[in-house]
């Protein structure tokens, strides 16, 4: 962790904090874009940050909006996937990087996606991790999908009411339900009703620390959960506002990495969709998916070395 630098960027109207490791001139290292997911923050990707820094890149990864020390707007319609992917175009001219790497994991893969959709110019290759791309269904709404799938009682079906999930995890605690979030379901639990309880005694996975998790917890006992929901209540807005890129393609490079304990390598159809020519035709240039066995959905932390070395191999080849 020595050697990362942290700051603060105004873009947007918003304070964004960003920790980077790596040359600070544009012209002295290629740029990693970093971005996570939820329930995590810039600290998700400290492996890669050392990890590619060490390989000569110069490694970039925000707390997005609503998370950690970024600020978090009240609306939730300040957490559309324009929102989201307008923030990291500032960041980058702020930076004075005309074009990055990128890399998400969770719903910063989501956000990656909708990037390399609308500003594919602004990225040189691609890797992403947990969840694949969906092309948009005019049909129905991403929230009515699951609920046909899963019922009102799955997660993202329980997130959209503003305030409910936020009482249900405070009643168990940020600490108790961080340990729940980050110790990977099975498909199955995620249309269970509640999230644990306060007389559950839960413990930490084998490759989170506990400094590690301290860190998590200081900074989800400062800002609450909210922010990170609003990108579920956001769902079926991104949604609409998308429609112009019905049956758009990503035709930018990518790897796809995904482990075989996440709950996303089951939904309903995925393998069949990633392995057997749905996944490539959506995404003409994908160049490889990669399933890692024993991994669930923390796959940044759970296989740091090994991620960082498929991340590297991959976005060397477009070096120039």
Known sequence: MEGIVHRTVEINGIAMHVAEKGGNDAAAAAAVLLLHGFPELWY?????????????????????????CSAAPPSISSYS????VGDLLGLLDALGLPQVFVVGHGWGALVAWNMCMFRPE?????????????????????????????????????FQEPGKAEAEFAAIGTRNILKRLFMTPKPSSLSEEGFGSTDNEISLPSWLSEDDFDYYASKFEETGFTGGLNYYRCLNLNWELTAPWTGAKIQVPTKFIVGDLDPTYHYPGIQDYLHNGGFKSDVPSLEEVVVLEGVGHFIQQERAQQVTDHIHNFIQKFLS
């Open 122 to 158: 602004r990225v040189k290759a691609l890797v992403n991790m947990s969840v694949a791309f969906s092309p948009r269904d005019p049909a129905v709404n991403p929230v009515q999908h699951f609920r046909n799938l899963y019922g009102d009682s799955y997660y993202i079906c329980r």
């Open 81 to 84: 996937v324009f929102h989201a």
């Open 44 to 68: 998700s990707w400290r492996h890669q940050i050392v990890g590619l820094a060490a390989r000569g890149y110069r490694a970039v990864a925000p707390d997005l909006r609503g998370y950690g």
